[in-house]
C-alpha cells in the first residue's frame, strides 16, 4: 500500500513533523513526501496524510485549497500551530482541517502538534507593545520561549506512530469489510 506525505510548510516547522511522519512510515511502507511549493501532486496512494500550518485557525490557503480536491481516499490530517496543542483554539483547528476532507474520504486519524513561531512574526508582534493577542505580553513571551524549540522529537515520534499505527489498523478494518471511521466516531 502507498502512503503519500503531503505539507505546506512557512518556516519549517510542518516540515519537520511530515519529514518525521514520512521517515518512519517508510520503514513500514512504500511512501512519498511531497512539499506543496513544489507544486501540486498526483495522488497516486491509497492513504494520504495532510500537513498544514494553522492560520486564522485553520489550514493555510494553500493545503486548504488542496484538502478540498482530495477525493476517495484514507486520510490522516496534520498541523502546526502557535497556540497551545490542547487549546480549544487549536482542537477548532485540527477540526476546520478534517472538516475539509471528510465528506469525500475516510478520515483514519489527526494529529496536533505545538510549532513555533517565526521570530521575524515574533519581531513583529514586539512592535504592537504588551496588551492584546498578537503582541508581546508576558504570557506570550513565556509561550514562545517554551515553544521555540517545537516540534520537539518527541512530538515527531508520536506524530509517526499515530499515523503508522491509523495506517494498519486502517487494513486491519478493509480486509474485515469494516468501515474505519477514526476521529469521526463519536
Ligand atoms: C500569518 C500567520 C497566521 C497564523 N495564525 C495562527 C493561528 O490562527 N493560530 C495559531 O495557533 N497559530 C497561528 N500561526 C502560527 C503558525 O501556525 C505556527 O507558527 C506554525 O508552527 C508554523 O508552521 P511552519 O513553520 O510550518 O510554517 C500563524 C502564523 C502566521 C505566519
Same mark, same amino acid.
Given at each position: 500500500?502507498k502512503?503519500q506525505?503531503?505539507?505546506?510548510?512557512l518556516s519549517g516547522?510542518?516540515?519537520k513533523l511530515?519529514?518525521a @511522519?514520512?521517515d518512519?512510515?517508510?520503514?513500514?511502507y512504500?511512501?512519498?513526501?511531497?512539499?506543496l511549493?513544489?507544486?501540486?501532486?498526483?495522488?497516486d %496512494?491509497?492513504?494520504?496524510l495532510?500537513g498544514?500550518? @494553522?492560520d486564522?485557525?485553520?489550514?493555510?490557503?494553500e493545503?486548504?485549497?488542496?484538502?478540498e480536491?482530495v477525493? %476517495?481516499?484514507?486520510v490522516?490530517?496534520?498541523?502546526?500551530?502557535?497556540a497551545y496543542?490542547?487549546?480549544a483554539?487549536a482542537?477548532?483547528s485540527i477540526?476546520?482541517g $478534517?472538516?475539509?476532507?471528510?465528506?469525500k474520504n475516510i478520515v483514519?486519524g489527526?494529529?496536533?502538534?505545538?510549532?513555533?513561531?517565526s521570530?521575524k512574526? $515574533?519581531e513583529?508582534?514586539?512592535?504592537? %507593545?504588551?496588551?492584546?493577542?498578537?503582541?508581546a505580553?508576558?504570557?506570550?513571551?513565556?509561550?514562545?520561549? @517554551?515553544?521555540?524549540?517545537h516540534?520537539?522529537?518527541?512530538?515527531?515520534?508520536?506524530?509517526?506512530?499515530r499515523?503508522i499505527?491509523?495506517?494498519?489498523i486502517?487494513e486491519?478494518?478493509k480486509?474485515?469489510?469494516l468501515i474505519?471511521?477514526? @476521529?469521526?466516531?463519536?
Amino acid at each position: 500500500m502507498k502512503i503519500q506525505v503531503i505539507y505546506s510548510s512557512l518556516s519549517g516547522r510542518t516540515e519537520k513533523l511530515a519529514r518525521a @511522519v514520512a521517515d518512519e512510515t517508510a520503514k513500514k511502507y512504500e511512501c512519498s513526501l511531497h512539499n506543496l511549493k513544489d507544486g501540486t501532486p498526483t495522488l497516486d %496512494g491509497e492513504v494520504i496524510l495532510l500537513g498544514y500550518w @494553522v492560520d486564522k485557525g485553520g489550514p493555510n490557503k494553500e493545503m486548504k485549497q488542496f484538502m478540498e480536491t482530495v477525493e %476517495g481516499k484514507a486520510v490522516g490530517v496534520f498541523c502546526t500551530l502557535g497556540a497551545y496543542a490542547d487549546s480549544a483554539h487549536a482542537i477548532h483547528s485540527i477540526e476546520a482541517g $478534517i472538516d475539509c476532507v471528510k465528506e469525500k474520504n475516510i478520515v483514519i486519524g489527526s494529529y496536533i502538534c505545538n510549532g513555533a513561531l517565526s521570530e521575524k512574526i $515574533i519581531e513583529m508582534f514586539r512592535k504592537n %507593545g504588551k496588551e492584546g493577542t498578537h503582541s508581546a505580553s508576558p504570557e506570550n513571551e513565556i509561550r514562545w520561549k @517554551v515553544m521555540a524549540n517545537h516540534p520537539t522529537k518527541a512530538e515527531c515520534d508520536l506524530g509517526a506512530e499515530r499515523f503508522i499505527e491509523r495506517i494498519w489498523i486502517y487494513e486491519e478494518h478493509k480486509k474485515q469489510n469494516l468501515i474505519f471511521k477514526s @476521529v469521526l466516531l463519536n
